[in-house]
């Protein structure tokens, strides 16, 4: 709307909806994310592409010093591995890290290593400190396979069937519950089959 200045010359009003459009965006956005808190989802549950494809061929070099073999695909037809990506620089990593330790106890379950982007001395003085549950460490300099793997950071944890299928990912450090509620039925199905 416009209306006459002094001059013959129109003015034009500030259009007030304009000013709102700010708080209107950021109130769409809170509810769109309120949604998201309120949903009951798992946060560490998150889709994968590679859930039932085959385990990516990606093998990796032993980490020096420890008497390892590295992460070599070949390695999973026939078990059921868990395929566990950590750095010694990783807190969350290290909170799981006894939970690993126990899991290594079942003979049933192979947990080999991708040691993600760290420097060998002090991923082998993480394992030093606070034990080695894996049966194979492969390093990941780069990250490269890690991309392959569909890993978004550390720790993540891939569950491999006797098919060399990944049959479960979870995202983040396992807890006494997660390993109980999550991990474990998974295993038993991927023993089962």
Known sequence: MSTQAEGGQPTRRPRRWLALLPLALFLALAGIFM???LSGRDSSVV??????????DTP????????LPGLDPAMFEGKVTLVNVW???????RQEHPLLMQL???ERVEIVGLN????????????GELGNPYSAVGVDDSGRAAIEWGVYGV?????VGK???????????????SMTSGLMPEIEKALAQ
């Open 35 to 37: 949604a998201q808190l």
């Open 47 to 56: 889709p994968s592409a590679l859930i039932d494809a085959e385990a990516p």
């Open 60 to 67: 990796l070099p032993p980490l020096d010093g420890t008497g």
């Open 87 to 93: 750095a010694s620089w990783c807190a969350p990593c």
């Open 104 to 106: 290594a106890a079942d």
């Open 116 to 127: 993600y982007k760290d420097r060998p001395e002090n991923a082998r003085r993480f394992l």
């Open 155 to 159: 720790p993540e944890t891939f569950l």
């Open 163 to 177: 098919d060399g299928r990944i049959a479960w990912k979870h995202v983040g450090p396992f807890t006494p519950q």
